[in-house]
């Protein structure tokens, strides 16, 4: 079947811009997971899913970050007046299991480069 | 706060050499640690895991890895590598009791010359 699939690949926005950066998850994968990696660094965890219910927001950097996953499939990750420092890859991925650490299938990454 | 440390950012290697890419955590309690490599313009995929049991796991495409709970390490190895395996390689832990989230490491890339 199909893997985790991100759009769009790559995204250039002007600073104070809004940006939307979708998910969609392996089919069936109850956990999605959204995690954020600037050049030379490992991702870093952002926000994580069970079904819709969002479980831990803990790492968005601020409230100019927010996700939602309203039909527990497809998970949409916005920010909202973006900054120079927000350019990074941000990454999704999705487990098939709650509750307890499993595989986590990644999707090849959204660019994002704010000007 | 649990952290993972690869001490080693860049690994140069010549085709059929071994290789060991170095991981360290710091955590007090149970963890699952990860493997996972990212080849140019790829996404993350899942080189091996450690759950429980044994403390050697075996992999894909000929690598394996070590727990050493007294050490705090869980090192990659592969006896014999090529050209392929160039690549970056991040190593993550996932702490017991947590819903799953990863803490990554900065990554090491190898890089295999013929």
């Known amino acids: 079947g199909a893997g985790v699939s991100q759009s769009p690949r790559y995204k250039v926005t002007k600073r104070g811009q809004d940006v939307a950066l979708r998910c969609d998850p392996i089919?069936?994968?109850?956990?999605l997971y959204w995690y954020r990696q600037a050049l030379g660094q490992g991702p870093e965890f952002l926000t994580y899913f069970n079904y819709e219910a969002q479980q831990d927001k803990s790492g968005l950097p601020n409230d100019r970050f927010s996700a939602e996953r309203p039909e527990g499939s497809i998970s949409t990750l916005t920010i909202q007046r973006t900054e120079q420092r927000d350019s990074a890859m941000y990454r999704c991925?999705?487990?098939?299991?709650?509750?307890?650490?499993?595989?986590?299938?990644f999707g090849p990454g959204t660019r994002l480069t704010v000007l | 706060a649990q952290s993972v440390t690869q001490l080693d950012s860049q690994v140069p290697v010549f085709e059929e050499a071994p290789v060991e890419l170095r991981c360290n955590y710091s955590?007090?309690?149970?963890?699952?640690l990860f493997w996972y490599v990212q080849y140019p313009n790829q996404g993350l995929q899942l080189l091996l895991k450690?759950?429980?049991?044994?403390?050697l796991v075996k992999g894909i495409n000929g690598f394996e890895a070590e727990f050493n709970k007294s050490q705090t390490s869980f090192h990659l190895r592969k006896p014999s590598v090529h050209i392929s395996d160039t690549a970056e390689y991040f190593c993550a832990v996932s702490v017991g009791g947590s819903q799953g989230n990863l803490i990554f490491g900065k990554g090491t890339k190898l890089s295999v010359k013929p």
């Open positions: 955590s007090s309690v149970s963890v699952y």
């Open positions: 089919s069936g994968h109850v956990s």
């Open positions: 991925a999705s487990s098939r299991v709650r509750g307890r650490p499993d595989t986590q299938y």
């Open positions: 450690y759950l429980s049991g044994s403390t």
